[in-house]
Every structure is written in structure tokens, then in C-alpha cells.
């Protein structure tokens, strides 16, 4: 499966935006769906996640972006995306979508990047203050 990442901007203090990861060349239906973020200068780190339907399409998020973002899928057009609220300066950063045909249902496997073997290309997120 590829994965195409979009929706990225700049965006104030306080804004909303909402990325998309779109899926071709197989349905993500029953893969788990991360999205990760890489600020500059820093490593790459998990943001928000969900398992593949038959794992309950539970949903993760990193404690900085709890009750902010929400992760959602739209399995009609084959895409998952991140709806970003609330946005702070320290959410810039270029985030990344990323898919794994796995069971995996916790936090501690979704938030790995180690499950993933699939990413997209990363959107960057620039919040002005």
C-alpha cells in the first residue's frame, strides 16, 4: 500500500487543520494507521494512532495532543486522517502518516515506529505564535 500524506499549512496560535492520509495500491481498512511528527533538530515521535478494524479501531494519542487532536478513518475513501485543534507552536513540526497490516492494539505497539512499514511522505505543520 503507498501512502500520500497531505494537508499541512501555517496556521496561528489557536487554529485548526486537518491532514489526510489517503491510500492506493490496497484498502487500510485492517491496517493500523499512525501518525508521527518530526520537529526540526529532533527525533521522529508518535502523535496519534488506530487499529485496523478488526482490532477495534481503537484510538491513541500522545498525552501533548489529548482531547486537541482526533484521529478518525473514512474506509469509503480508503483514508485516515488527523483533525488537529487547538494548534500550539510546539505542534510544528513534518508529520507523517504510517500503516502496518498488524493486530496490534496497545498503545505500547501502535506508538512504536518499528511496527509500521509503510509511510507516506511527510506535510509539514507550522503554527505561527
Known amino acids: 500500500v503507498q501512502l500520500q500524506a497531505s494537508g499541512g499549512g501555517l496556521v496561528q496560535t489557536g487554529g485548526s487543520l486537518r491532514l489526510s492520509c489517503a491510500a492506493s495500491?490496497?484498502?487500510?481498512?485492517?491496517?493500523?494507521v499512525g501518525w508521527f511528527r518530526q520537529a526540526p533538530g529532533k527525533e521522529r515521535k508518535f502523535v496519534a494512532g488506530i487499529t485496523g478494524n478488526k482490532s477495534g479501531g481503537i484510538t491513541y494519542y500522545t498525552d501533548s495532543v489529548k482531547g486537541r487532536f482526533t484521529i478518525s478513518r473514512d474506509n469509503a475513501k480508503n483514508t485516515v486522517y488527523l483533525q488537529m485543534g487547538s494548534l500550539k507552536p510546539e505542534d510544528t513540526a513534518l508529520h507523517y502518516c504510517?500503516?502496518?497490516?498488524?493486530?496490534?492494539?496497545?498503545?505500547?505497539?501502535?506508538?512504536?515506529?518499528?511496527?509500521?512499514?509503510?509511510w507516506g511522505q511527510g506535510t509539514l505543520v507550522t503554527v505561527s505564535s
Open positions: 504510517a500503516a502496518a497490516l498488524s493486530w496490534a492494539a496497545t498503545m505500547a505497539s501502535i506508538s512504536r515506529m518499528s511496527l509500521y512499514n509503510h
Open positions: 495500491g490496497g484498502t487500510l481498512t485492517n491496517y493500523a
